[in-house]
Every structure is written in structure tokens, then in C-alpha cells.
């Protein structure tokens, strides 16, 4: 095998069957993802025919949706579980993160966990040794490294757990979807420190929904659509066509399904396309079916920009609109004038019983549309992600007039 | 350090083919992750007995207790006839007994405890049942201090063939170790081995020359129905041990049966484990 190659893959496929023990050990995502489609078969392809290589020092991201198969990729990359078919060439030690704190136990102290997870993790029990202070500076919780981690608060144990990651020195690198937790202070620096290992030379494996993140710290990325390879290319070019293979789902969202839950979701946009034209009425449209009865049926819109992020707060259904008990019902939001920026959006939306805050539904990157603002004059044109949304404004001008002394 | 390390590292290379997966347990790989076996034997132990008000003196209450159960019930209302006083009789059974019942216990539901772990990294998941074996040692050890407590306390001489004892304890070792990673290779795919376990260790506990001598057994079993007593592979086990301290009329060939067992068992569930591990976090 050439000396420049990390990894190679190919012809990799992985079977699930899906029998009564196995659905357990599926994440819910991919067990609820594959009986929407067809439940009767108890075959589910997580991953079909896949071949790739990937050059030492490369920094990866692995971009899809839920049950694409980017979890499977890496467990079978991790050794977790072995693939149904095809061959995987790993050149170099692989240390896999693929959640943060594996193996913490809530009785011991922080030094103890320390150890403990940096042995499940692949260090030997002196390279911990010789990193310990390191991993404590990191973590910030030095006050409190001898007592046990239950009485952690959620985000110390995760400063902990990370700190422990951040500290491991392999050649090839796996994470998934680890940066989700802690807080956007503590997110950054660990971002900083990946950014740092890439740039030691090693090679990274990266999955994460956050677009931003990949689009930060990756240079190349891969694109799976139901356990299928897409296309492995530039960043730039694989978020864009990410972008757009939700287009195919265009701006109304469909489920047949007789069950509890949201069953069609509509944007009327200025044009009546995916295309809206900026400040112009924008109606989103939510049908819910009910077949058992709910009381106080509350739904949130969220909007969601390119980077995966929630630009305005979520749109909640106040208490007193009685729009459903079971049946079907209809809500519709109108926005009178929209300040949304140039830009592609998504919608989630989520559906719950407020009364007891039962969650029964939530949908995640639908109906997308596009804003364009050529109706919106500007001296200078508009840029991308120059804002992320326009106010209405005016000027005022005050003028005190010197008057001239000589 | 690092440059140390990343030398070692570069010449890793590993190969994954669906085609092709070894039906033959990787040991140098197990030896790769000692430390990772260190830790958590460590870890059990240090969790054992957390937040408990006793302690450690747990490991030493139960076998006592156990212990004076078994001399009232069969020392004294059974009323068994022993060379050596009950009690120490008792005791030598309850040595072996202990270690296997805890390893068999602990080792059987050990992969589905840690399914968070195998679910989310890779090690080789013989180091799981591996760390209970050890952890149990500890158990062990405490049953065999009082065990040699109580022969001081009788006067009692070991006999010319303690020097087997050893051996015989090593062959327990391996009996509890075999039992174990058939259990908790089992127990992944079949969820009942949760339950047949707690009914194995009750059972054992009379089918296992433990509060009675091997003899008793052989006086009113068939020969068919003897052989069938030493496929019990702690039988054998049991019997040697105590043969090798007090001495007295040797075993019979019958305890080979066990001996033979031990082997068969081991080497098959190692065989048989290294056949499920690769699925392991499939099933969980």
C-alpha cells in the first residue's frame, strides 16, 4: 500500500437485520428513519458499496443526514463493528472519539477518570501520566480533580471528558458529532485544538452537523445520501451540494404515514417557487394528524441558516390557539415582512403537548428556500454572509454650523 | 515522549476485510492493551465497595457467613463425618467456591454492563470478562487467609502434597476464567443466560463436593452418573485442592474427567469468543 495513504476503503457495505434484539442496538435515529420507509423487509443497507482513500494529513469531514451512514462509516473504521462486505486499509494508529467521557464512572474522582478514560481511549497508562497536567489545565477543574465526577456539574464533566480526547496523540483521528455539547466558550477552544492537530500533520476524520465546523476545520469532505457515497470533494463544493440535495425534498414536506405527528408542511414563498424574494409575505403552512388525542398541541418553527444555525428565536403556538384535538388540523405563520438576509434556510419544526410536555413529533431540514434581494436596492450590492438579516431604518442628520471667526 | 510513541505508532497497519476475519484469538493484540486491563480491574475493584459503610469487609463477611451456614446445616444437623474439624473441611471447598461463583456471576452480564463502552470504542472484549477474573482474586485471597487462619487455629499440619495446591488453585483459575467467557459470550446473544446464571451458582453449590467429601457422592452414584458428577469442572478442582493439603487417599482418575473439561471448555470458549466479538456492539 502506498505510503501516502491514511486510509482506503473499498467496496464497503454493512447490513443491519433488523430481527427484535438488534433494533436496540440501532441508533433510534436509523430504526425510526428505516420504518417510515419499509417496514416489512428486516434488511437495512446502512452502507452500500462505498470506496474511498484518504491522504495522510488530510482533514475530512463526513457530511449527511440522520441515518446517511456516517456513524456506521466510522464504527466500522473504529473496528466497533465489522462491515458485511469490502476491505479497509488503516496505515497508521487510529484512536476513535466517538463520544466524549467513554467509560467515565460517576464514583471515582476526576483524577481517577482521567486515567481511566485515557486507557479506553488507547494512551498507556504513562502517557497519561506524563500529559495529566496538561489535561487538568485544559479542563479548568484543577479545585476539584479529587472529587468524585458525580458531583460534577454537567458541563465540568464534559470539560473533563474532552480535555482527556484533546490529549491523545494518534496519527489518524475519528470523531463524531462530540463538539455538540459544552458550552460555545469551551466549544471554541476545542475547535482550536483541533484545528491544531490538523495542523500537526495528522489525519482527521470529522463528522458533525454543524456545517460551520466542517467548513472551519476541513478541507476536503464526503458526502453520503442512504449509505451511498455522493461525492468526495472540496468542502466548499460538498456543502453547496448538500445544500442542494435538500432542494430534491423541495419546499413542501410530505408524510403519508397514519400516525401521530406532522403531516405536511408547505412554504408559500413570494414566487411560489423555492425562491423568495426579500421582505415579501412569506406563509408557512403545518398539517398535523392526530389519531389519539392530544389537548394543547404546541408547535415550534425554527429557521435554520446555511451554517446550521437557528436565526430567530423559535416560533411557538400560543396555548389559547385551539387548532387540533385529533383529526387533522391546519396552523399557518405569516410573516408580514420577513428581514431574513440573502441565503438558503431550512425549517424544523417540532410538535409537543404543553400541558405535559410530552414531545410527539419533530422534523429537521425541510423545505428549504432561497432569499434573493435583487428587489432590494443597494449602492453596493449585496454579499453573502456579509449580515444575517436587514432592519428597517432612517437616518437622522443634526448639524451645528461653526461660524467662521476670521 | 510523543516522538517515542509516534515512532512506535508509524508502523502500525492494520487491514479490515469482511472476507476474511480470523477465527483465532489475537493475544499479542491482548498483551497490546494490558494497560487497558490494569485500569479496569482497578476501576472495579475501586467501585466494588464505593459508598458502602463496611467496605472491604464485605469480601471477608460473606464467606464466613456462608461458612457457619454450612457447618450448622451439614456439619450439624447432617451431621457429615470429615477427617479434619467441619469447618476447615468447609472452609478448602469455599476457597475454590467463592472465586468461581464471583467470576461466573460477574462475568456472564460483564459485556452487556459495558455496552456504553463497546458500543462507542474498540479493545479486545476479552479484557472485560479478563477484569473480573482478576477483580475476584481479591475474594480469593481473603478466603484463603482464613482458610490458613482456621488450620492454625485446628493445629492442623498441610500434608507432603501441598505443593500441588497451587497447580490446583491455577486449574480453578482457569475453570472460573473458561465458565466466564462462555457466559459472557452467551449472554450478548441470548439475554436468558442472565437468568440461567444466579440458578447455575445455586445449583453448583450441591453438585460440587463443597459442604460433603467427593466420596459421599461416589458411594451412591452409578458409574454412568459419576462421570457425569466430574464433568462439573470445578469438581475435580475442589476435590484435588483438598487432597493437597490434608492429604489422605488420593482421587480417583475420575477428577481427570474435570481436568479434561477445564481444557475443552477453555480453549473452545476462547474460539467461541473470538467468533461473536466482532458483532458484540451490534447486539447489545
Known amino acids: 500500500m502506498n505510503k501516502e495513504i491514511a486510509i482506503r476503503v473499498t467496496h464497503?457495505?454493512?447490513?443491519?437485520?433488523?430481527?427484535?434484539?438488534?433494533?436496540?442496538?440501532?441508533?433510534?435515529?436509523?430504526?425510526?428513519?428505516?420504518?417510515?420507509?419499509?417496514?416489512?423487509?428486516?434488511?437495512?443497507?446502512?452502507?452500500?458499496?462505498?470506496?474511498?482513500?484518504?491522504?495522510?494529513g488530510d482533514v475530512i469531514g463526513i457530511i449527511g443526514k440522520n441515518g446517511a451512514g456516517k456513524s456506521t462509516l466510522l464504527k466500522i473504521l473504529s473496528q466497533i463493528t465489522k462491515p458485511?462486505?469490502?476491505?479497509?486499509?488503516?496505515?497508521?494508529?487510529?484512536?476513535?472519539?466517538?463520544?466524549?467521557?467513554?467509560?467515565?464512572?460517576?464514583?471515582?474522582?476526576?483524577?481517577?477518570?482521567?486515567?481511566?478514560?485515557?486507557?479506553?481511549?488507547?494512551?498507556?497508562?504513562?502517557?497519561?501520566?506524563?500529559?495529566?497536567?496538561?489535561?487538568?489545565?485544559?479542563?479548568?477543574?484543577?479545585?476539584?480533580?479529587?472529587?468524585?465526577?458525580?458531583?460534577?456539574?454537567?458541563?465540568?464533566y464534559v470539560r473533563l471528558a474532552f480535555a482527556v480526547a484533546a490529549h491523545l496523540e494518534p496519527e489518524i483521528l475519528i470523531i463524531d458529532e462530540v463538539l455538540a455539547v459544552g458550552d460555545a466558550e469551551f466549544q471554541e477552544k476545542c475547535l482550536g485544538k483541533m484545528k491544531q492537530v490538523s495542523e500537526e500533520g495528522r489525519t482527521v476524520i470529522f463528522v458533525s452537523h454543524d456545517i460551520g465546523a466542517i467548513q472551519r476545520?476541513?478541507?476536503?469532505?464526503?458526502?453520503?445520501?442512504?449509505?451511498?457515497?455522493?461525492?468526495?470533494?472540496?468542502?466548499?463544493?460538498?456543502?453547496?451540494?448538500?445544500?442542494?440535495?435538500?432542494?430534491?425534498?423541495?419546499?413542501?414536506?410530505?408524510?403519508?404515514?397514519?400516525?401521530?405527528?406532522?403531516?405536511?408542511?408547505?412554504?408559500?414563498?413570494?414566487?411560489?417557487?423555492?425562491?423568495?424574494?426579500?421582505?415579501?409575505?412569506?406563509?408557512?403552512e403545518i398539517e398535523a394528524n392526530f389519531i389519539e388525542k392530544y389537548k394543547n398541541v404546541a408547535l415550534a418553527i425554527q429557521i435554520i441558516n446555511e451554517e446550521g444555525?437557528?436565526?430567530?428565536?423559535?416560533?411557538?403556538?400560543?396555548?389559547?390557539?385551539?387548532?387540533?384535538?385529533?383529526?387533522?388540523?391546519?396552523?399557518?405563520?405569516?410573516?408580514?415582512?420577513?428581514?431574513?438576509?440573502?441565503?438558503?434556510?431550512?425549517?424544523?419544526?417540532?410538535?409537543?403537548?404543553?400541558?405535559?410536555?410530552?414531545?410527539?413529533?419533530?422534523?429537521?431540514?425541510?423545505?428549504?428556500?432561497?432569499?434573493?434581494?435583487?428587489?432590494?436596492?443597494?449602492?453596493?450590492?449585496?454579499f453573502k454572509n456579509s449580515a444575517t438579516y436587514l432592519e428597517t431604518h432612517s437616518w437622522q442628520t443634526i448639524k451645528e454650523i461653526y461660524e467662521s471667526t476670521y | 515522549m510523543p516522538n517515542k510513541t509516534e515512532l512506535l505508532m508509524s508502523e502500525h497497519h492494520k487491514i479490515i476485510d469482511a472476507s476474511h476475519s480470523s477465527i483465532i484469538p489475537d493475544f499479542k493484540e491482548l498483551y497490546r492493551y494490558k494497560d487497558l486491563f490494569i485500569t479496569?480491574?482497578?476501576?472495579?475493584?475501586?467501585?466494588?465497595?464505593?459508598?458502602?459503610?463496611?467496605?472491604?469487609?464485605?469480601?471477608?463477611?460473606?464467606?464466613?457467613?456462608?461458612?457457619?451456614i454450612l457447618s450448622l446445616v451439614f456439619g450439624k444437623f447432617v451431621g457429615v463425618k470429615t477427617e479434619v474439624p467441619y469447618l476447615l473441611f468447609a472452609m478448602t471447598g469455599m476457597t475454590i467456591w467463592t472465586y468461581f461463583s464471583y467470576v461466573m456471576t460477574n462475568s456472564g452480564a460483564s459485556i452487556i454492563a459495558s455496552q456504553g463502552m463497546i458500543k462507542k470504542i474498540y479493545f479486545p472484549r476479552l479484557i472485560i470478562p479478563l477484569s473480573k477474573a482478576a477483580v475476584g482474586l481479591i475474594d480469593l485471597g481473603i478466603s484463603l487467609l482464613i482458610m490458613i487462619f482456621l488450620m492454625i487455629f485446628y493445629g492442623i499440619v498441610p500434608s507432603s502434597n501441598v505443593w500441588l495446591a497451587p497447580v490446583f488453585l491455577l486449574f480453578g483459575m482457569l475453570a472460573a476464567l473458561a465458565v466466564g467467557i462462555w457466559l459472557?459470550?452467551?449472554?450478548?446473544r441470548y439475554r436468558d443466560f442472565q437468568h440461567v446464571v444466579p440458578f447455575m451458582v445455586q445449583i453448583g453449590l450441591y453438585i460440587t463436593p463443597i459442604a460433603y467429601p467427593a466420596d459421599f457422592a461416589m458411594q451412591q452414584l452409578p458409574k454412568w452418573a459419576a462421570t457425569l458428577y466430574y464433568l462439573n469442572p470445578i469438581a475435580g478442582v475442589v476435590q484435588g485442592f483438598r487432597w493437597s493439603i490434608f492429604g489422605g487417599e488420593a482421587p480417583g482418575s475420575l477428577?481427570?474427567?474435570?481436568?479434561?473439561?477445564?481444557?475443552?471448555?477453555?480453549?473452545?470458549?476462547?474460539?467461541?469468543?473470538r467468533k461473536v466479538e466482532d458483532d458484540m456492539a451490534d447486539y447489545v
Open chain 1, 84 to 156: 458485511t462486505t469490502g476491505r479497509i486499509e488503516i496505515n497508521g494508529r487510529v484512536a476513535s472519539l466517538l463520544e466524549v467521557g467513554t467509560g467515565f464512572h460517576p464514583e471515582l474522582t476526576g483524577r481517577e477518570n482521567i486515567y481511566l478514560n485515557g486507557t479506553i481511549l488507547g494512551m498507556s497508562r504513562k502517557e497519561v501520566s506524563s500529559k495529566f497536567d496538561d489535561i487538568v489545565d485544559f479542563s479548568g477543574v484543577e479545585k476539584f480533580i479529587d472529587t468524585p465526577v458525580k458531583h460534577y456539574s454537567s458541563g465540568m
Open chain 1, 12 to 56: 464497503l457495505s454493512k447490513k443491519y437485520s433488523i430481527g427484535k434484539k438488534k433494533v436496540n442496538s440501532l441508533r433510534g435515529a436509523l430504526a425510526a428513519n428505516f420504518q417510515s420507509k419499509d417496514s416489512k423487509t428486516d434488511e437495512f443497507w446502512a452502507l452500500k458499496d462505498v470506496s474511498f482513500e484518504i491522504k495522510k
Open chain 2, 255 to 273: 477428577m481427570y474427567v474435570s481436568f479434561a473439561m477445564i481444557i475443552v471448555l477453555f480453549v473452545s470458549g476462547l474460539f467461541y469468543f
Open chain 2, 40 to 68: 479496569l480491574t482497578w476501576r472495579d475493584f475501586r467501585v466494588r465497595y464505593a459508598q458502602t459503610t463496611i467496605g472491604m469487609l464485605w469480601a471477608l463477611l460473606q464467606p464466613v457467613v456462608t461458612l457457619l
Open chain 2, 184 to 188: 459472557s459470550a452467551l449472554t450478548v
Open chain 1, 309 to 382: 444555525k437557528s436565526i430567530i428565536n423559535p416560533l411557538i403556538t400560543e396555548e389559547k390557539l385551539d387548532w387540533i384535538e385529533n383529526g387533522v388540523g391546519k396552523v399557518i405563520c405569516q410573516f408580514n415582512y420577513p428581514r431574513l438576509f440573502l441565503g438558503i434556510y431550512t425549517l424544523n419544526i417540532h410538535l409537543g403537548e404543553k400541558s405535559s410536555n410530552v414531545h410527539i413529533d419533530s422534523i429537521e431540514n425541510i423545505c428549504s428556500f432561497k432569499v434573493t434581494m435583487d428587489n432590494v436596492y443597494s449602492d453596493y450590492g449585496w
Open chain 1, 217 to 284: 476545520l476541513t478541507n476536503k469532505s464526503i458526502l453520503f445520501v442512504n449509505g451511498e457515497l455522493i461525492s468526495f470533494d472540496e468542502t466548499s463544493e460538498i456543502v453547496s451540494l448538500y445544500r442542494k440535495s435538500n432542494f430534491s425534498h423541495s419546499y413542501s414536506y410530505l408524510n403519508e404515514n397514519m400516525k401521530n405527528g406532522i403531516s405536511k408542511v408547505n412554504i408559500i414563498t413570494s414566487t411560489g417557487s423555492y425562491i423568495h424574494e426579500f421582505g415579501k409575505e412569506l406563509k408557512i
